[in-house]
């Protein structure tokens, strides 16, 4: 998931870059309204991080411009802690959530786990594709109660394609999601990054398809698929020499 952090003050922000980053999320930074009002009128997040007191726009007047495009995006507003009035009207303007400096990193966390969650459609947190699942909390997957190690970016590409069941998703579509501003990202290493994923996940008829020359999308699961699967495994080579 693409995150817009909007925060003037630098030492804060490298924190909290340094620890999304970590858990997963693809971090793009900058430091006053003018920035945060520019990026959201020409690119695409699954949140914004929002000061209120940025320099050259208001945070406030930030949040106005976007509601005012009609976009939905998910919003976690930050304010100082005597800030009522400002975190009042944060949420009139259309903020989905507040939080008070200081705060604890692993709170802001969760928080920004609950609103992507909310702005991929809510539900339930776990996400079910035949014998695959996904925890969107624990940000973890499994294939038959069994967890799959994946990278961060496996990750991601993973839930991106379950957002999408049977829907085509473009390799630019990705790399906006997958990925931060300057960061070097060419069409072959997402075709390594789907390859990889699609080792890992492609059990019990779980399929990643590849449409050339437009993008990748996880077929919807069938129990017809999952019958084919089983019966590759039973033509494996071991079972056809135990037969002789």
Known sequence: MR?????????????????LRQSGYA????KTGQEADTALSTQEFDLLILDLGLPKMSGLEVL??????????????????DSIEQRV???????????????????????????TRRGAGGGATIIKHGPLS????????????????????????????????????????????????GEEVSNNAIEVYVHRLRKKIEVGGVRIATVRGLGYCLEKYSEAARLNAEAGESASPASGSASK
């Open 3 to 19: 995150i817009l952090l909007a925060e003037d003050d630098s030492v804060l922000a490298d924190g909290l870059t340094r620890s």
């Open 27 to 30: 971090i793009d930074y900058v």
């Open 64 to 81: 106005r411009r976007l509601r005012a495009r009609a976009s939905l995006l998910p919003v976690l507003i930050l304010t100082a802690a």
């Open 89 to 115: 009207n944060g949420l009139d303007l259309g903020a989905d959530d507040y939080m008070a400096k200081p705060f604890a990193l692993s709170e802001l966390e969760a928080r920004v786990r609950a609103l």
């Open 134 to 181: 996904y925890d969107q909390v624990g940000r973890s997957a499994y294939i038959n109660d069994q967890m799959l190690d994946l990278s961060a970016r496996e990750l991601g590409l993973l839930e991106i394609l379950l957002g999408r069941t049977g829907r085509l998703v473009s390799k630019e579509q990705l790399v906006d999601h997958l990925c931060e501003w």
